[in-house]
C-alpha cells in the first residue's frame, strides 16, 4: 500500500520554527522527487520545495532562505525545516511524490501548521 504519512506540523508564533517529516511506504523512494506544498483557506494548492532523486532542492521564491527540504533516502522520509514563519506560512502542508519513471503522484493526507502573530 502507497502511503505518504506527515508530521511536525502545529501551533507556532511568528518567527518561530517548525520541523516537518514525511514518512513513505509503499513506493521506490529512490525513484521519486519529493516535495511539499501548501494549502491555505480559500487558496489553490501551492508548491513550497521540491528535492530531486539526487538530492537536488528547489524553493519557491516566498520561502528561500527561510525554509530547508532534505531527504533520508535510506529512511524513506523527506523534511522541511521551516524557520522564520511568518503568518501567511498557515497553512495545511501536504507532502508528494513524483516517481519520475512512471510519473505517478502520491499525496499525504497533510498537516495543518498555523502561524500567529
Known amino acids: 500500500q502507497v502511503q505518504l504519512v506527515e508530521s511536525g506540523g502545529g501551533w507556532v508564533q511568528a518567527g518561530g520554527s517548525l520541523r516537518l517529516s514525511c514518512a513513505a511506504s509503499g513506493i521506490i523512494f529512490t525513484n521519486n522527487a519529493m516535495g511539499w506544498y501548501r494549502q491555505a483557506p480559500g487558496k489553490q494548492r501551492e508548491l513550497v520545495a521540491v528535492?530531486?532523486?539526487?538530492?537536488?532542492?528547489n524553493y519557491a521564491n516566498f520561502v528561500k532562505g527561510r525554509f530547508t527540504i532534505s531527504r533520508d533516502n535510506a529512511k524513506n522520509t523527506v523534511s522541511l525545516q521551516m524557520n522564520s514563519l511568518k503568518p501567511e506560512d498557515t497553512a495545511v502542508y501536504y507532502c508528494?511524490?513524483?516517481?519520475?519513471?512512471?510519473?505517478?503522484?502520491?499525496w499525504g493526507q497533510g498537516t495543518q501548521v498555523t502561524v500567529s502573530s
Open positions: 528535492i530531486s532523486i539526487g538530492g537536488i532542492p
Open positions: 508528494n511524490a513524483h516517481n519520475v519513471i512512471d510519473s505517478r503522484v502520491t
